[in-house]
């Protein structure tokens, strides 16, 4: 089954390859050699924070209640998701769902990154850190709220449109 699904894979990128102007296919190759390099850096990653873990259990006592501890593991664990969702986001560019980076992705990375910037706040950061922080989640927020809102508009549109044709 899965090399029935696979065959059929390459054989729509091959077919696709062909009617691709000069910059789609440079734009494909980009996305692959970038693919490939993300996922070398959640590999490399994903090992450093196995490591950091296995240290903190084996050497230390680990406590994930200790805020440094706590900080260390779940930014490292918030950076392999933020990775993962950049991959994620390149990979739907190489398999052509979309035909750009989406600025919904973007705007959901960033606030990936700003709650990971939450976790890892050191406890004597000032008020006026965390407002600024707070500020930019909120307007990251609405900014992501109202992007989904526009595509569950054009969905429906999309979908009446269809129904009706």
Known sequence: MHSKQGKQFFDRMRTEWRIMSFYERFEQ????????VIAVVIL???????????VLLMLDSFNPLE???FQTVFGMIMTLLIAMEFKHSIIKVALRRDSIIQVKTVVLIALIAL?????ILDADAGPGKIAALAGAAL?????????????????AAHTGRDQAG
């Open 29 to 36: 190759i980009i996305a692959l050699i970038l693919s490939a």
């Open 44 to 54: 490399v990653s994903l090992v450093q924070l196995i490591r950091t873990v296995f």
């Open 139 to 155: 307007a990251l927020g609405l900014v992501y709220w109202l992007l989904r809102e526009r595509d569950l508009r054009d969905n």
């Open 67 to 69: 805020h440094h501890v």
């Open 115 to 119: 709650s990971r910037k939450f976790i």
